[in-house]
């Protein structure tokens, strides 16, 4: 998984962030050199209607306590800078130039949702901590599809209704981050990442019942395997 990331501007500037993953794939730590004490990272700025935190006195949001770092730092950007960044995983460097700011944030609320301690991101981390850093589109939509496979589907091949209030409740995860962020900052990347993740989970909603098909039958063929127990921390 990814250990460090760097953004590198055409100025000379350079903003990095170091990760730190348990083995079970949540993030213990993101660089933080502090909790910043802003109003929308209280838990109940905002708080997502599906939420099982409960509220108490400075309880924070667990995803929002991550974005904290780069929202400061990033939230004065356009969506179309292109900067270079350099991804440190355990084995290699790579090296891309010209990525578009807002694909660099969508990266960052990707991994703020679904490898913190959300109680509804955190469903999707068994699949989604498979992915190499900076997944495409369709690497994504196969880790959402991979997850209602393994967890059982309705007779037709389709979402149980169960299953689409989930995924109801992803879209409301991200609908309220939003909220969380559209008045800080002038730029709209930080914004953008978040549109850019949620429009994903929508385009696995609408084709879900002909992508679970040919995932069952990769799975029942051996093609697939996964384990649906992961042990968590």
Known sequence: MIKRLEILFESGKKIYYNFEFSDQGTIRDIGLKKIIQMDWIS???????????????YAICPVAAILAQYAVELAEYPSYLEVDVKIYESDRTTYIPKMPMQKIVGELVRLAVFHTHCPIGVNLKPTMKNLRPFPDNDEIIRAFVTFFAICGVSEDIDLTPEQEAFVDSLHDLFSHLSRRLQSFGQGDAHLNGVIIVDTISMMFRLSSS???RQTLEEIREGILPYSSNPTED
């Open 210 to 212: 002909e992508l679970l």
């Open 43 to 57: 838990l109940d700025y905002c708080k997502c209607t599906h939420c099982t935190i409960p509220s108490k006195p």
